[in-house]
């Protein structure tokens, strides 16, 4: 719903608005936590909705603590809550990958390699030459038999109490990977992760003690794996820190002896030496490079951007059918606040929330939602196919060509200002938030000064205290919290309201004193965590 139409603005009013911020302060509210998987209402933000939202308005924003879902913004209260949130951020003109990332960008450009063996000359007999296959057709019969004997070890589990029921699981949401680094494994499958999602949303482990993270779900998986399975004899299992299970086969249950060992192209033949020589000798191996590109788009509603977000909530998170809407689809990654830019020298898209699709050989993979703003590209929420994208380390390699876009936005002259990656909120007491540390060398944001402190030299006080201020005791506050400290009530009176008591924006002062007083008092806590620059220039939606 615009401005406009929630507030039945004639239209000089609806132009007057296109380029200020319209917020409504709507208090603090509490919910489960979705980092720890706490069922209390443990984690407490305050809350505001934006119908409209500079950019320049956000950059101050997120810079204070702030981030959004949709129109949703929300800060947390940290000294109420469970688990403690740093917003997290990186210079991109300092960050070199790392020695694994690096490896990973590597592995993605053998993925994207495709080698054709072709043979030609005189002509020949099958039996001759033997049949050639691709490796890709191999994987299809040991991979669903993996799939069988992960979706069947997890049902006797069930019957046998070594794992509670995840509800409406069925053999679909069991994923297994080829994957590309054969030295790590031969597959690798998610199945843990699904599961820990779920128990952790389902009543059936409520008030248990057992924390089912995707670690020890997998330690499950696997031991019964090993003890029922004896067709699965000559695999060897184990778990990574993340719950990932890595399988390692030699041969499966039915398979024949001489079954195709990894090559390194994608179409294995017998040796030279055993096909005899023809009339002419065989065309060298040619490369076909596979296609991997970005596109940005603008944030609306794609059904094939959905259809991939529906099978990642499911197959990644353990989402049920009634959980992933069009409509919450929608509010989430389409709907935004922020008053789009047009393009400048040095950027592609100006100012705005984008859409990033990532296609491969042309079909849509992948999106990030993403917003650009004054000083940096604030990363929002990735999803992905994980059948088609899944081998690809998609959240890492997704972050890192970010980043590679700020890096080369910033090197112009007149966008040096925008050299910042955001990912959000940093959680060290939640592992799976960790990750983003890697992304050397980051910084976290102060609660108490909103000033930047490096993440490593901040590590140590968060693990004795997790709501620490990073400051020392006699650094200094910003100016503008000191200034938002020391307001007054009548300097307060200065916001803008947007009211049933005027009939277009008006200043509090403007009104009748006693509205004003009320008014006043119940927006004085949203402007002291919105700052009082952000503060003077919006507009608040009152009743």
């Known amino acids: 719903v615009s401005t406009a139409e929630y507030m039945g603005f004639n239209e000089p009013t609806i132009m007057d608005l296109s380029s200020v911020s319209v917020l409504r302060d709507l208090g603090v509210s509490s919910s489960p936590c979705g980092y720890c998987g706490t069922k209390s209402e443990s984690s407490s933000s305050h809350d505001v909705w934006a119908y409209g939202l500079t950019v320049t308005d956000y950059q101050e924003l997120v810079d204070r603590g702030w981030r959004r879902s949709g129109k949703h913004l929300y ?14 951020r990186l210079d991109v003109t300092k960050f070199t990958p790392s020695k694994s990332q690096t490896k990973l960008l590597k592995r993605i450009d053998k993925l ?17 030459l033997g049949v050639q296959r691709k490796q890709s057709d191999i994987p299809d019969a040991r991979r669903e038999s993996l799939r069988d004997a992960l979706y069947e070890t997890l049902q006797r589990c069930i019957k046998n109490g070594s794992l509670p029921s995840p509800g409406d699981l069925g053999r679909e949401h069991v994923s297994v990977f080829v994957c590309a680094d054969r030295k790590l494994a031969d597959y690798s499958s998610n199945i843990a992760m ?8 389902s009543m059936n482990v409520q008030g248990s003690e057992q924390t089912w993270n995707p670690e020890e779900v997998a330690k499950v998986l696997v031991i019964n794996l090993e003890k029922e399975r004896v067709d699965l004899s000559s695999c060897t299992f184990s778990v990574s820190q993340k719950g990932f299970i890595n399988i390692t086969c030699s041969l499966l249950s039915g398979e024949s002896v001489d079954r195709v060992q990894p090559p390194s192209s994608s179409i ?89 699709h990532y296609l491969l050989d042309g079909k849509l993979v992948a999106v990030g939602v993403c917003d650009i703003l004054p000083r940096c590209l604030s990363s929002v929420y990735f999803f992905y196919d994980p059948d088609l994208f899944g081998a690809f380390s998609p959240g890492t390699y997704s972050a890192l060509r970010e980043i590679d876009w700020v890096k080369e936005t910033s090197a112009h002259k007149r966008m040096a200002h925008l050299k910042y990656y955001y990912m959000g909120y940093y959680i060290h007491s939640c592992s799976k938030m960790r990750y983003k540390a890697q992304y050397t060398p980051s910084e976290l944001l102060c609660p108490v000064t909103y000033k930047w402190f490096d993440l490593e030299e901040s590590i140590p006080k968060i693990e004795q205290d997790k709501f620490a201020r990073l400051a020392s005791a006699n650094e200094n506050v910003l100016e503008d919290m000191e200034q938002t400290a020391r307001e007054t009530s009548d300097q307060s009176k200065e916001s803008i309201v947007l009211s049933q008591f005027a009939r277009g924006p008006t200043k509090l002062k403007d009104l009748k004193p006693e509205v004003a007083d009320v008014l006043n008092a119940s927006l004085q806590p949203v402007r002291k965590l919105l700052g009082l620059s952000v503060a003077n220039r919006v507009f608040f939606v009152v009743d």
């Open 75 to 88: 800060k947390p209260v940290s000294d109420r809550s469970c688990c403690s949130p740093y917003t997290i």
């Open 268 to 356: 294995e033949t017998r040796k030279m030496s055993d096909v005899p020589k023809p009339d002419a000798g065989p065309q060298q191996g040619r490369v076909k490079q596979r296609q991997l590109e970005v596109q940005f788009r603008p944030p609306v509603f794609d059904a094939e951007a959905f259809a991939i977000y529906c099978k990642y909530q499911a197959k990644v998170h353990g989402d049920s059918a009634d959980e992933i809407t069009e409509d919450r689809y929608t509010n989430f990654l389409c709907e935004t606040p922020l008053l789009t830019v047009s393009p400048s020298f040095g950027s592609q898209v100006g100012y705005g929330t984008i859409h990033m």
């Open 112 to 128: 994207l390699c495709k080698q054709e063996n072709k043979v030609s000359g005189g002509s020949r007999d099958a039996s001759t």
């Open 194 to 201: 699904v599961l820990s999602a779920k128990y952790r949303k």
